[in-house]
């Protein structure tokens, strides 16, 4: 498996943001974002290590951390996924959070060994729209999220939209999330106030706030 980063830190956003983590971040990805801001694990020339599941287990377990977020990149394209799975999912003291982007196939993860899944629906800004598999949202469950990151007042339209058409507060967490610097998280609860959008959660990535936006491993 293609490791490009490892590193313990709190989880920036989504339902355990604050609490410490164990990130992987796996190298590649099948879309490219207008503001992606790990384009860098995605490039051909990015130097990675070669990890099996059972030496990324090993190394998770010996970090003593519970939650342990995978992503990328898209950590979904890593073949062995399935095999790093079913490994965590033995240690009942290990939480699992796959950071997707909407565009894999969930279906095929969703069996005993199943994580749960913070899964990203990309808006117009995104350039990578065409892309989502719209079939996921059928696979979602309790523990689950979809993230929207916003970062216009036709993104926020958008993600009205496919949450009310989908339903999706009665799936899973539903979060909107600002591309930094380009909205206003103010523009979003003013426009989540406008619309009753009751169940859905504005976030702010909190490592882009505590640390350099650009920094990594943290």
């Given at each position: 498996m293609k490791v490009v980063e490892r590193f313990t830190s709190i989880n920036g956003e989504g339902q355990r943001a604050g609490e410490l983590a164990m990130f992987v971040r796996f190298k590649g990805c099948n879309l490219?974002?207008?503001?992606?801001?790990t384009m860098w694990a995605n490039e051909d020339?990015?130097?990675y290590t070669d990890k099996s599941?059972?030496?990324?287990y090993k190394e998770i377990i010996d970090s003593g951390v519970r939650n342990v977020t995978l992503t990328g990149g898209e950590p979904l394209l890593q073949k062995e996924m399935p095999q790093l799975l079913a490994l965590l999912s033995?240690?009942?003291n290990i939480r699992v959070e796959v950071e997707t982007n909407g565009s894999i196939d969930l279906s095929a993860f969703s069996g005993a060994n199943r994580p749960s899944f913070t899964m990203d629906y990309?808006?117009?800004?995104?350039?990578c729209e065409s892309k989502m598999l719209l079939s996921n949202f059928q696979m979602l469950q309790l523990e689950d999220t979809?993230?929207?990151v916003v970062g216009s007042r036709e993104d926020l339209d958008k993600a009205r939209r496919i949450i009310e058409q989908y339903h999706l507060t009665t799936k899973c967490k539903v979060y909107l999330s600002?591309?930094?610097g380009k909205i206003e998280p103010a523009l979003i609860v003013q426009f989540m106030i406008a619309h009753h959008m009751n169940d859905v959660r504005m976030q702010i990535q909190m490592h882009k706030v505590i640390w350099d936006p650009n920094e990594r491993g943290v």
């Amino acid at each position: 498996m293609k490791v490009v980063e490892r590193f313990t830190s709190i989880n920036g956003e989504g339902q355990r943001a604050g609490e410490l983590a164990m990130f992987v971040r796996f190298k590649g990805c099948n879309l490219s974002c207008s503001y992606c801001d790990t384009m860098w694990a995605n490039e051909d020339g990015c130097p990675y290590t070669d990890k099996s599941p059972a030496e990324l287990y090993k190394e998770i377990i010996d970090s003593g951390v519970r939650n342990v977020t995978l992503t990328g990149g898209e950590p979904l394209l890593q073949k062995e996924m399935p095999q790093l799975l079913a490994l965590l999912s033995e240690n009942e003291n290990i939480r699992v959070e796959v950071e997707t982007n909407g565009s894999i196939d969930l279906s095929a993860f969703s069996g005993a060994n199943r994580p749960s899944f913070t899964m990203d629906y990309k808006l117009p800004s995104s350039g990578c729209e065409s892309k989502m598999l719209l079939s996921n949202f059928q696979m979602l469950q309790l523990e689950d999220t979809v993230k929207f990151v916003v970062g216009s007042r036709e993104d926020l339209d958008k993600a009205r939209r496919i949450i009310e058409q989908y339903h999706l507060t009665t799936k899973c967490k539903v979060y909107l999330s600002p591309v930094f610097g380009k909205i206003e998280p103010a523009l979003i609860v003013q426009f989540m106030i406008a619309h009753h959008m009751n169940d859905v959660r504005m976030q702010i990535q909190m490592h882009k706030v505590i640390w350099d936006p650009n920094e990594r491993g943290v």
